[in-house]
């Protein structure tokens, strides 16, 4: 199992960035993805997450109007689009899996708790640095 992220870099505020997260060794369509962050001395946070059933995500509030998360279960990647970067958005930002395609829906909701719960992620990708500075 592997999730490589990519992407990441320095801009300058107002600028964007695209991470991807290419997933590998297990079957994507059958969880929720998303895309955490930490910065220095901070704790680790949810910024955008994905469900597998229906594509509802979970967003922070930080980031609202600005990131935009996608999925292409096909090619096995996910994105994050990153539009009018702030200086508070860097960080190592990480991609992470947790099921969520139980039968009996049990586990519906497990996109929006990745992302308030990193600790529920199953797996986890390397980091890419994110570097918002003029």
């Known amino acids: 199992v592997q999730l490589q992220a990519s992407g990441g870099g320095l801009v300058q505020p107002g600028g964007s960035l695209r991470l991807s997260c290419a997933a590998s060794?297990?079957?994507?369509?059958?969880?929720?993805i998303g895309w955490l962050r930490q910065a220095p001395g901070k704790e680790r946070e949810g910024v955008q997450c994905?469900?597998?059933?229906?594509?509802?995500?979970y967003t922070l509030n930080s980031v609202k109007g600005r990131f935009t998360i996608s999925r292409d279960n096909a090619k096995k990647t996910v994105t994050l689009q990153m539009n009018n970067l702030r200086p508070e958005d860097a960080a190592v930002y990480y991609c992470?899996?947790?099921?969520?395609?139980?039968?009996?829906?049990?586990?519906?909701?497990?996109?929006?708790?990745?992302?308030?719960?990193?600790?529920?992620?199953?797996?986890w990708g390397q980091g890419t640095q994110v570097t918002v500075s003029s």
């Open positions: 994905i469900s597998s059933r229906d594509g509802s995500t």
């Open positions: 060794g297990f079957t994507l369509d059958q969880y929720a």
């Open positions: 992470a899996a947790v099921g969520d395609s139980s039968e009996d829906f049990s586990d519906y909701d497990n996109f929006d708790n990745l992302c308030r719960n990193p600790n529920t992620a199953l797996y």
